[in-house]
């Protein structure tokens, strides 16, 4: 069986994804020590949604955010529960922060264990942005991510990105309303915090979320205004 197949069964039709494969050995937090290697998937994001939320989030941006973070863990719960029925072993991480994930250690760092967009970049689906987001090669920023982890090597594996392709642009640093880039270039050796204010866009997401409705926090500008993808 090749786990390709497997993957590419639980897409949705009419939608477009970008499907990597990485291989992870040593780059993974210990408790995700008995595996190895990862399967990333990113779902396109809808292009009038991103290109209405130049300026600030709204409501539709907002939906669209939830319903894709559904339809990414059904995924790729889907695909870990079927790859598991077969005798790999494989572990679905969620698109997004749970109840569990809330804990001191995130409070301090609004870091987790795991980054889908590290297994982006070594499965060679794109680099890290100025904005610190994957820009993908197809759709630039403009897709949400999910990843599966399993325990035997995929054969398939592109070349991993290294590093950033922004160049001169700097649209992301000059319309951040948080002012949370620094305008760095990221590359393997890059910490976050060395072109990118967390806090800071925390911060802004709470504000600019608040507008929509009580406890929403997003923003998104950096994914919108990113020339990379925009069509
Ligand atoms: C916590 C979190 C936040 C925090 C902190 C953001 C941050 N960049 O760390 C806050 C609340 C501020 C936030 C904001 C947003 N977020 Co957020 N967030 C997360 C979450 C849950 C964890 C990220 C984390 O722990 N980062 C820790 C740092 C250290 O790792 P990292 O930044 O992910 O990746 C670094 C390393 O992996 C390293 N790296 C990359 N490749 C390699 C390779 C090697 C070999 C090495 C050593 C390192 C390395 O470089 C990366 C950049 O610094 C992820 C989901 C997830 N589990 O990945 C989503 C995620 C990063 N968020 C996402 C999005 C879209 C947003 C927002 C646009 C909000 C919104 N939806 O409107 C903003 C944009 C922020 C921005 N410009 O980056 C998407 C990004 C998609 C993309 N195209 O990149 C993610 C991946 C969710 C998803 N499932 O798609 N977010």
Redesign the pocket.
């Known amino acids: 069986m090749r786990i390709s197949e497997t993957v590419e069964k639980y897409l949705r039709s009419g939608r477009d994804y970008l499907i990597g494969y990485a291989d992870l050995r040593n780059?993974l937090a210990p408790k995700y020590a008995p595996y190895g290697y990862g399967i990333v998937i990113g779902r396109r994001l809808d292009d009038p949604v991103i290109d209405a939320i130049e300026s600030g989030?709204n409501a539709d941006y907002y939906n669209l955010?939830r319903s894709v973070n559904t339809e990414l863990a059904e995924i790729a719960s889907g695909i870990s529960a079927e790859l598991g029925s077969k005798g790999i072993k494989a572990f679905d991480?969620r698109?997004?922060?749970t109840a569990k994930d809330r804990n001191e250690h995130f409070d301090q760092t609004?870091?987790?264990d795991?980054?889908?967009?590290?297994v982006a970049?070594?499965a060679g689906l794109g680099w890290?942005g100025k904005?610190?987001?994957?820009v993908t090669y197809e759709y630039g920023?403009r897709?949400?991510?999910?990843s599966v982890l399993v325990d035997r090597p995929l054969d398939y594996c592109r070349e991993p990105v290294l590093t950033s392709e922004c160049g001169a642009c700097d649209q992301c640093v000059q319309n951040c309303p948080a002012k949370a880039l620094s305008g760095k270039e990221?590359d393997?050796t890059?910490k976050?915090e060395e072109f990118?204010d967390?806090f800071a866009?925390?911060e802004k997401?709470r504000e600019l979320g608040g507008l929509i409705g009580e406890g929403i926090?997003?923003?998104?500008i950096?994914?919108s205004v990113c020339p990379v993808g925009k069509h």
């Open positions: 780059l989030p955010y991480i698109p997004s922060l609004l870091s987790l795991f980054s889908h967009k590290m970049t070594r890290i904005s610190g987001l994957l920023p897709v949400r991510l999910v990221w393997i890059t976050r990118f967390a866009c925390r997401c926090r997003l923003c998104g950096c994914v």
